[in-house]
């Protein structure tokens, strides 16, 4: 009994010592990730060489869909047909690093990037920020969104 007593503490010493190797991500009431959701751009601004562009969402509507797997986002000058964009690919996410990979574009050059970001969730707000750096189409700069959840 006493040797059955003693593996057992030794059994829970040596889990409890494991490394946990699952990212530290919490989730919501129904299971999911905290970034899933719809989310409407609120404010960017862009960084790039000397001078920072703060972007007039006054007549564009910009929201992203994140999913699980996958995020999407959608540009639209509003009331006409004028300036739409789209994109969609891949992510990974691990509570702060956020990983796009680009898979759909308009723009060929941008296909296959990977464009890395920091991401914070501040109640029904999305801040994201990030470098994107692609030599070949000339892009380089710094930018800041943030979002809110669309419910």
Not at 35 to 44: D, F, S
Not at 112 to 127: A, N, Q, R, T, V
Request: include cysteine; aromatic fraction near 12%.
């Amino acid at each position: 009994m006493k040797s059955s007593v003693y593996q057992l503490f030794i059994f829970l010493l040596l889990i409890s010592c494991s490394e946990n190797k699952t990212p530290n991500i919490e989730t919501t009431e129904t299971g999911q990730s905290p970034i899933e959701g719809t989310w409407k751009l609120v404010y960017a601004d862009i960084k790039e060489n000397d001078s920072l562009q703060v972007k007039d969402l006054s007549k564009t509507d910009f929201i992203k869909i994140i999913n699980e797997t996958h995020f999407a986002f959608f540009n639209q000058e509003q009331g006409t047909s004028e300036n739409f964009v789209a994109g969609a690919g891949t992510y990974k996410y691990d509570g702060e690093d956020y990983v796009e990979t680009l898979d759909f574009i308009p723009a060929v050059e941008y296909r296959k990037h990977i464009f890395p970001f920091k991401l914070e969730i501040k109640g029904d707000s999305l801040i994201q920020q990030g470098h994107e750096k692609i030599e070949s189409a000339n892009l380089d700069r710094f930018i800041l969104e943030k979002y809110i959840r669309i419910k």
